[in-house]
């Protein structure tokens, strides 16, 4: 006989709600749609201030980082619901790929070397923005890129594509041949294309003889990426909620205040069935997205299938709510001062993100294949 699982608690507790409050405050006064409109046009998105507001002000940085390291001690719970925040305005903001992946890289790492032990004080503290050097898109269970090749020394050479936030990094976490280092950002070379999502864009990494400082052998690398990725696709799901339910909001607003035939577009049959659906559809993702924080939180067993769960249904619900929000609001949601554009190519670009649904939906069936306990 096995013990039966805990339930999952998916409502959200009153140290959660504090945060989000604290959290929503600071996006609507620093990173409302004209501010995210004029910084995403500029082609370097990342605000520097209100980065160290988040991360040092409120202390979001270091949610996952244990106290003795320099962190809040919280867990998966508080970040999913900083990410939440962050999807709902779009922020340009390096939060899941340095709060949550790099961190969760370092963690998996042995924190008690002085070189983690330190990178992960100035993560937590703000100082200092990590990313890893590693395509967005990769999913957890898939295989890693080739490596770097490590001349010796840390002497490393390499390219690697599609890496995110990497303009705005001080540090890159990069897998090499020997195992992970970390590298300045400014000793390695970037090039930038266009990126479907401005918001959140992607560079292409160069490494040439970049010099790095090694934390981890090859072994200890592999297990702590496949960690982090694991706990990224979980708390992406948070985003593509957050996402999901600015649309739903901006949306049944609009067409409230919208008139025709003297009285609100609202009220027609068609839009409400269609809002209703996608009621429910956001409703549904908010208890996905709660059950895979609450399981990496716990470190259920289950989680990663939790996970896959959620980033099935997430990315789904958080296209499908973009788009309704463009097409309900006619013309208006055409235009680039209007930041539908903006909620949908993230969306677009969050299925995409450590997995497409088709991937994690071949996880759901190969959990479904495995015998019972």
């Known amino acids: 006989m096995t013990a039966e699982r805990a339930p999952f608690d998916l409502l959200y507790s009153e140290t959660e709600e504090e945060l989000r409050s604290a959290v929503r405050a600071l996006l609507a ?13 500029t082609g370097r998105p990342h ?6 507001t988040l991360a040092a002000g409120i202390g979001a940085a270091g949610l996952l980082v244990p106290e003795k390291l320099g962190g809040q001690g919280a867990s998966h719970r508080e ?22 992946l790099a961190t969760e890289i370092l963690l998996g790492c042995d924190t008690s070397t002085p070189e983690v032990a330190a990178l992960l004080g100035e993560l937590a503290s703000g100082r200092q923005i990590c990313v ?13 890129p080739e490596p770097a090749r490590d001349a010796g020394g840390g002497v490393l050479t390499g390219r690697v594509t599609s890496v995110a936030d990497a303009g705005a990094a001080d540090v890159l976490l990069v897998i090499a041949d020997t195992g992970l280092h970390a590298v ?10 266009v990126p479907l999502d401005l918001t959140r864009p992607l560079a292409g990494v160069t490494l040439d003889a970049s010099p790095g400082t090694r934390l981890a052998d090859p072994a200890t690398a592999r297990a702590a990426v496949a960690g982090a990725l694991l706990s990224g696709a979980g708390l992406l799901a948070s985003e593509q909620l957050g996402l999901a339910e600015w649309c739903l ?13 003297n009285r609100p577009v609202g009220s027609f049959q068609a839009l409400k069935h269609r809002l209703a659906r996608l009621w429910l559809d956001v409703a ?11 399981a990496l939180a716990t470190g259920a067993p289950d989680a990663p299938l939790t996970v896959a769960v959620a980033q099935v249904y997430c990315s789904g619900v958080a296209v499908r709510a973009a788009e309704e929000c463009v097409q309900l609001h006619g013309g208006i949601g055409m235009t680039w001062e209007h930041p539908a554009h903006l909620y949908l190519k993230r969306a677009k670009a969050d299925s995409l993100t450590l997995g497409t ?15 019972a306990p």
């Open 29 to 41: 006064d620093r990173c409302d749609a004209a501010a995210v409109l004029a910084r995403a046009e």
């Open 47 to 52: 605000d520097p201030q209100l980065w160290r």
């Open 79 to 100: 970040a999913a619901v900083v990410l939440e925040e962050l999807g709902r305005s779009v922020a340009p903001l390096p939060y899941l790929t340095s709060s949550v």
């Open 132 to 144: 890893p050097a590693l395509p967005l898109t990769l999913a957890p269970g898939a295989p890693l």
């Open 184 to 193: 300045p950002a400014a000793s390695a070379g970037l090039t930038a294309p």
């Open 249 to 261: 909001t901006e949306t049944v607003g609009y067409v409230r205040g919208r008139h025709q035939f």
């Open 284 to 294: 549904s993702a908010r208890a996905a997205a709660r059950a895979a924080a609450d």
């Open 357 to 371: 649904a088709g991937h994690h939906r071949g996880l759901v069936a190969d959990f479904a294949e495995l015998p």
